[in-house]
């Protein structure tokens, strides 16, 4: 039988396993950097809504101690719509930025990962529930404070308008001579002349017209203010309705939440179960 000559090809081998490790390994670190990054960028996505979420109630508690005031003369109007508008961007903007950081939580395919993320989206929801309902609850105390400010406005300027009425004057003419005396009794006739006539039509003329001045003008400012109370009840109404929109969303995705947990609490039971069945037929043998 002739001698089979043999080659040895470790070498060979060896350089084959390494080129293949060589072009998998980009592929798995960027994979791992991809995951590090998620997970970073969701940890600075999370600490700004948290942040913000606290601004927005410093805002709001500011907006309270506004709303409840009841002065008739000092409300502060503007300040309180500004930072109602501001109030409500604030949740409107931090309402979109929980879609976002409940997209990112959806991307981790490691369950522990994935359970801690839950837990934090689940609970910066809550908390944003709990501003966006107190929010609602200061612009009812809005509400309730200006129809208070316009009672008692109404009760005020009710009050103080002048209710006594002039009485009309009456000159009399002159009487003729010859002509029948008028049974008038005790009654004086006062001569007043044709001017002297003319000169107290004209003056009662301008009396009343100048209480007619008086009195629009009076209504004008009035009315005004109840145009100006008006834009700010249906300000107040239009923010509670957007409001009570973005709160419905926050709450069916908290009580989706609620319902994962369940389920995992729920599958925990299930392994804890089949882990003391398992172990009761091991100790039988």
Same mark, same amino acid.
């Given at each position: 039988?002739?001698?089979?000559?043999?080659?040895?090809?470790?070498?060979?081998?060896?350089?084959?396993?390494?080129?293949?490790?060589?072009?998998?390994?980009?592929?798995?670190?960027?994979?791992?950097?991809?995951?590090?990054?998620?997970?970073? &960028?969701?940890?600075?996505?999370?600490?700004?809504?948290?942040?913000?979420?606290?601004?927005?109630?410093?805002?709001?508690? +500011?907006?309270?101690?506004?709303?409840?005031?009841?002065?008739?003369?000092?409300?502060?109007?503007?300040?309180?719509?500004?930072?109602?508008?501001?109030?409500?961007? &604030?949740?409107?903007?931090?309402?979109?930025?929980?879609?976002?950081?409940?997209?990112?939580?959806?991307?981790?395919?490691?369950?522990?990962?994935? &359970?801690?993320?839950?837990?934090?989206?689940?609970?910066?929801?809550?908390?944003?529930?709990?501003?966006?309902?107190?929010? +609602?609850?200061?612009?009812?105390?809005?509400?309730?404070?200006?129809?208070?400010?316009?009672?008692?406005?109404?009760?005020?300027?009710?009050?103080? +308008?002048?209710?006594? +009425?002039?009485?009309?004057?009456?000159?009399?003419?002159?009487?003729?001579?010859?002509?029948?005396?008028?049974?008038?009794?005790?009654?004086?006739?006062?001569?007043?002349?044709?001017?002297?006539?003319?000169?107290?039509?004209?003056?009662?003329?301008?009396?009343?017209?100048?209480?007619?001045?008086?009195?629009?003008?009076?209504?004008?400012?009035?009315?005004?203010?109840?145009?100006?109370?008006?834009?700010?009840?249906?300000?107040?109404?239009?923010?509670?309705?957007?409001?009570?929109?973005?709160?419905?969303?926050?709450?069916?995705?908290?009580?989706?939440?609620?319902?994962?947990?369940?389920?995992?609490?729920?599958?925990?039971?299930?392994?804890?179960?089949?882990?003391?069945?398992?172990?009761?037929?091991?100790?039988?043998?």
């Amino acid at each position: 039988m002739p001698g089979v000559s043999v080659r040895n090809r470790t070498t060979e081998f060896q350089s084959i396993i390494e080129s293949v490790r060589a072009t998998k390994a980009p592929s798995s670190a960027l994979a791992v950097n991809k995951r590090q990054r998620t997970k970073s &960028d969701f940890s600075k996505l999370a600490a700004s809504i948290g942040r913000d979420i606290r601004n927005t109630s410093l805002k709001l508690e +500011k907006l309270t101690s506004l709303a409840q005031r009841r002065t008739l003369f000092d409300d502060p109007t503007e300040e309180i719509q500004d930072l109602t508008f501001m109030v409500k961007q &604030d949740i409107a903007t931090l309402n979109g930025k929980l879609d976002e950081l409940s997209h990112m939580r959806e991307v981790n395919t490691n369950k522990q990962v994935s &359970d801690h993320t839950s837990n934090v989206v689940n609970q910066l929801k809550t908390k944003l529930m709990s501003t966006t309902q107190d929010f +609602k609850e200061v612009l009812k105390t809005r509400t309730d404070s200006l129809q208070a400010q316009q009672d008692r406005r109404s009760q005020f300027l009710g009050a103080t +308008k002048p209710s006594p +009425k002039m009485a009309p004057i009456e000159p009399r003419r002159r009487q003729l001579p010859g002509a029948p005396r008028a049974p008038s009794g005790d009654s004086v006739a006062i001569d007043l002349g044709s001017d002297s006539l003319g000169a107290a039509e004209r003056s009662s003329s301008g009396r009343r017209n100048n209480a007619l001045s008086l009195s629009m003008m009076e209504a004008r400012p009035d009315q005004g203010y109840q145009q100006a109370r008006a834009d700010a009840v249906q300000q107040v109404e239009s923010t509670i309705v957007e409001l009570g929109q973005i709160f419905n969303q926050l709450a069916t995705m908290v009580a989706e939440q609620g319902e994962m947990v369940e389920r995992i609490d729920a599958n925990v039971e299930d392994a804890q179960m089949n882990v003391q069945a398992g172990h009761m037929q091991l100790m039988q043998y």
